[in-house]
T-cell receptor
Framework: NAGVTQTPKFQVLKTGQSMTLQCAQD?????MSWYRQDPGMGLRLIHY???????DQGEVPNGYNVSRSTTEDFPLRLLSAAPSQTSVYFC???????????FGDGTRLSIL | GIQVEQSPPDLILQEGANSTLRCNFS?????LQWFHQNPWGQLINLFY???GTKQNGRLSATTVATERYSLLYISSSQTTDSGVYFC??????????FGTGTSLTVIP
């Protein structure tokens, strides 16, 4: 059982480049979410989804897009990377109805 | 959004000591979870505890939802307990809010 898989683990981008962070889970979880973690600020919710075809904005959505075409996958897209998006990104999933969240190992993203 | 405050922000313990970490939140929540982020950055779910008390080995947690706080107890601490402990709450709109964490260092 792989759980929540994030790729890549590390990435360096130049300002203005685009990229997609991948997140996949094999637990048939309805709820998936993306967070960014910056030093001293805990985790902040970027976008979340309660099921295939449904996405919504979290606390810090600007500069990021998401889609949920399948239950398993929830990619996060940076359309035009900015240095302020340098961070560690975590994907998480859970069943709906107040269930514990399971996190991927994170993607460390640096934007120069 | 919901404000989540954790205390203390930093804690240094001698191995074998006990500790209590606190999480206060500003509004009613549907879900409260405690996580441990280990030194390698992995986030491990410790407890899902919207109310009541749960125990898992040396760790236990209590949430008093009516008073909007939760406590995480660590007994007989070990060096492997080091890391950052986060509290996270879920609002009625399915959005999670995390506290800024308690950084725990256990020294041998």
């Amino acid at each position: 059982n792989a759980g929540v898989t994030q790729t890549p683990k590390f990435q360096v981008l130049k300002t203005g480049q685009s990229m997609t962070l991948q997140c996949a889970q094999d637990m048939n979880h309805e709820y998936m979410s993306w967070y960014r973690q910056d030093p001293g600020m805990g985790l902040r919710l970027i976008h979340y989804s309660v099921g295939a075809g449904i996405t919504d904005q979290g606390e810090v959505p600007n500069g990021y897009n998401v889609s949920r075409s399948t239950t398993e996958d929830f990619p996060l897209r940076l359309l035009s990377a900015a240095p302020s998006q340098t961070s560690v990104y975590f994907c998480a999933s859970s069943y709906l109805g107040n269930q514990p969240q399971h996190f991927g190992d994170g993607t460390r993203l640096s934007i120069l | 959004g919901i404000q989540v405050e954790q205390s203390p922000p930093d804690l240094i313990l001698q191995e074998g000591a006990n500790s209590t970490l606190r999480c206060n939140f500003s509004d009613s929540v549907n879900n409260l979870q405690w996580f441990h982020q280990n030194p390698w950055g992995q986030l491990i779910n410790l407890f899902y505890i919207p109310s009541g008390t749960k125990q898992n080995g040396r760790l236990s947690a209590t949430t008093v939802a009516t008073e909007r706080y939760s406590l995480l107890y660590i007994s007989s601490s070990q060096t492997t307990d080091s890391g950052v402990y986060f509290c996270a709450v879920l609002n009625t709109g399915n959005q999670f809010y995390f506290g800024t964490g308690t950084s725990l260092t256990v020294i041998p």
